[in-house]
């Protein structure tokens, strides 16, 4: 896997390329926003957990089924699995299109209707 640093630059290019997001640092790590609301956060060991990971908002039912599917790469990450977000490791090989289909699908769970309207034009 490339450098962590390399991980977030490639993370930030997928997310940006989404309208109306940003980055702020929330509980210590960079969280990304659609609008108001958030989508997604990059997490490096989290509480010691050795794990490089991109945790997601998910629409409901899907934490399972990818969790369940592969385990080695999803999983349910603490505070926020609850409601369905899921942990993607990055540490692993990344399949991009794959993430960034989720990272999308959380996206377009938050984000303002102006900027859906504005990704699907």
Same mark, same amino acid.
């Given at each position: 896997?490339?450098?962590?640093?390399?991980?977030?630059? #490639?993370?930030?290019? %997928?997310?940006?390329?989404?309208?109306?997001t940003?980055?702020?640092i929330?509980?210590?790590?960079?969280t990304?926003?659609?609008? #108001? #609301?958030?989508?997604?956060?990059f997490h490096?060991?989290?509480?010691?957990? &050795?794990?490089v990971?991109?945790?997601? #908002?998910?629409?409901?039912?899907?934490?399972?089924?990818?969790?369940?599917?592969?385990?080695?790469?999803?999983?349910?990450?603490?505070?926020?699995?609850?409601?369905?977000?899921? &942990?993607?490791?990055?540490?692993?090989?990344?399949?991009?299109?794959?993430?960034? &289909?989720?990272?999308?699908?959380?996206?377009?769970?938050?984000?303002?209707?102006r900027?859906?309207?504005? %990704?699907?034009?």
């Open positions: 896997m490339a450098g962590k640093e390399n991980v977030l630059e #490639k993370l930030r290019q %997928l997310i940006f390329a989404l309208p109306e940003s980055e702020k929330s509980h210590g790590s960079p990304f926003w659609g609008g #108001k #609301k958030t989508f997604a956060s490096v060991d989290h509480h010691g957990d &050795g794990r990971a991109v945790w997601c #908002k998910l629409p409901p039912g899907m934490q399972e089924g990818l969790v369940e599917q592969d385990s080695e790469i999803f999983f349910v990450p603490p505070y926020v699995g609850p409601s369905g977000w899921v &942990g993607i490791r990055v540490d692993r090989d990344v399949d991009w299109g794959m993430l960034a &289909g989720l990272l999308e699908e959380g996206y377009r769970i938050v984000a303002p209707k900027a859906l309207a504005q %990704l699907d034009s």
